[in-house]
């Protein structure tokens, strides 16, 4: 008889406390949630850019080494292989051996020569489509 009363004076969390529980949790997701997701498409952004930074001034060295960059045909495979045209090439001029992909898992664009200067390069973004904003935007060699 002692272990049943002992049984019902014993703590616990009723049903409404759960719930109340929860739904605080769920508040707080549903604040904070979006503030995380802009700051993952804020650091894609930056991301893109600083990888157009590297491939570009890679493109300088391999300039350097042949005396131009190379056309719009050989692309930037030309950095990490050498074209069968290259007589000096001194690559790779990446450490990778694959060629990097954006941070929305898409290939970089190089136009050379191009519209904007010696070459273009430059990714459309999350949607891959040309203009947008936020994390749908353009990110280019050239700006």
Do not use: C
């Not at 993952?40 to 391999?62: F, N, P």
């Not at 694959?98 to 430059?122: N, S």
């Amino acid at each position: 008889m002692k272990k049943i009363l002992k049984l019902k004076g014993s703590s616990g969390f009723t049903l409404l406390e759960l719930l109340v529980v929860l739904g605080i949790i769920a508040m707080l997701a549903g604040i904070v949630g979006p503030q995380v997701m802009k700051h993952m498409g804020e650091s894609k952004t930056k991301a893109a850019r600083v990888q157009i930074e590297d491939l570009s001034a890679a493109l300088d060295m391999y300039k350097l080494d042949l005396g131009g960059y190379p056309s719009s045909e050989q692309g930037l495979k030309a950095l990490i292989e050498s074209p069968e045209s290259a007589k000096r090439w001194n690559g790779p001029y990446l450490r990778k051996t694959k060629m990097p992909l954006d941070p929305w898992l898409q290939d970089y664009h190089y136009v050379a020569p191009g519209e904007h200067g010696k070459f273009d390069l430059f990714t459309y973004g999350s949607d891959n489509k040309e203009g947008g904003t936020g994390e749908d935007q353009d990110i280019n060699s050239w700006e």
